[in-house]
């Protein structure tokens, strides 16, 4: 999945799918920890809970439905 940052005052923000918040496990005014490792940004829960099984595979199954025709040129 490709995302654009955009400009917010002097910042750059990412915004993220509602899908992807949801899996994650986050919430809105929600704290993440950024992680920097080999080029990579890593993002996570600050305070992680349990993610229910059937809760992610619904919410994967709903970004790739959206995201079906991204995910199909990505896999060329």
Do not use: F, W
């Amino acid at each position: 999945m490709l995302k654009r940052l955009r400009k917010v005052g002097n910042s750059s923000a990412l915004l993220l799918d509602k899908p992807i918040v949801e899996l994650l496990g986050l919430e809105e005014n929600g704290r993440v920890q950024l992680t920097v490792e080999g080029g990579s940004l890593i993002v996570t829960p600050a305070n992680p809970r349990p993610v229910d099984k059937a809760r992610l595979e619904a919410s994967l199954d709903r970004v790739v439905a959206h995201r079906r025709a991204a995910l199909r040129k990505l896999a060329e």
